[in-house]
């Protein structure tokens, strides 16, 4: 999608007008004003919920293997490049240690074990998104689900949205990101050079009734399903273990929490 600079202040201008809210709407095909989020339609088998969200229990990410698994399962389906270098680097999911991932919200019942363990970390898929509200394209939009998910092709690459995540969540294409993908995945689209790009939760995958790459690889250590049904296993486990989130002092309520001490209190 190209764009020149008056074109993007002038969109720019609108969603500020708009105070940075809501859905952006924007002008189709032959005039027509499609809402961002109507393109994202599952199937009649697909997954559905009011509230999507992720338990990570850190009780199975024992070796390094334990990581690798996951992280490559999203990697290889999404068509994330291989570059080689941390500048250019493309993450969707990936480790963290606990400094960096729970930075600012210390939490003194912690035991130092917690603390000194590595972290598996993706897009928090927020209830309150501030990358929503900064894109000025509608790219980024929530959907009804709860799933902040991204149109590669409404992207201009401003990085608004990277400036906004207090999480580190997006990664920019610094150069054309296609020469290093190692086996291309022709059923999810690959990006071009000056894009942002993201966890989306596979939607795509979910549209077709299955459960999140991650997911199916992770051997129990990630647990996916709808915070908004009291019988679901997420609910179950946010509702009577201790979990704990990301930066939650900034207010926008993270549908990822982390299992510490094999579901005990620690």
């Keep these: 999608m190209s764009i020149n600079r008056r074109q993007f202040l002038r969109r720019a201008g609108i969603v500020t007008a708009l105070g940075l809210g809501g859905s952006f709407v ?24 009011k509230h999507w969200a992720m338990v990570v229990d850190m009780s199975k990410f024992k070796t390094e293997a334990d990581f690798k698994r996951v992280i490559e399962a999203c990697d290889k389906i999404h068509n994330i490049p291989d570059i080689g270098n941390p500048k250019d680097e493309i993450k969707w999911i990936w480790k963290e240690d606990f400094e960096h991932a729970f930075a600012g919200g210390e939490n003194e019942y912690l035991t130092e074990h917690v603390k000194e363990s590595p972290f598996l970390v993706m897009c928090n898929h927020c209830e309150n998104p501030a990358c929503v509200k900064a894109c000025p394209t509608g790219a980024t939009f929530k959907r009804e689900d709860g799933i902040v998910a991204m ?47 993201k966890c989306n939760f596979c939607v795509e995958r979910l549209a077709d009734g299955l459960i999140p790459a991650c997911v199916e690889k992770s051997n129990g250590g990630l647990i996916f399903g709808d915070l908004g049904d009291l019988n679901s296993e997420v609910r179950k486990i946010i509702s009577t273990q201790f979990t704990i989130r990301r930066k939650t002092e900034f207010g926008t309520q993270p549908s990822v929490y982390y299992l510490v001490g094999g579901g005990k209190n620690v």
């Design 26 to 49: 924007i002008t189709g095909f032959r005039g027509k004003k499609v809402d961002a989020a109507s393109e994202y339609v599952s199937s009649k088998k697909g997954l559905v919920a």
């Design 151 to 197: 149109d590669f092709h409404r992207c201009i690459g401003c990085r608004f949205c990277m400036g906004a995540c207090p999480f580190g969540a997006r990664s920019f294409n610094y150069r054309d990101p296609r020469p290093f993908i190692n086996e291309v995945n022709p059923d999810f689209p690959t990006r071009t050079i000056g894009v942002v790009e």
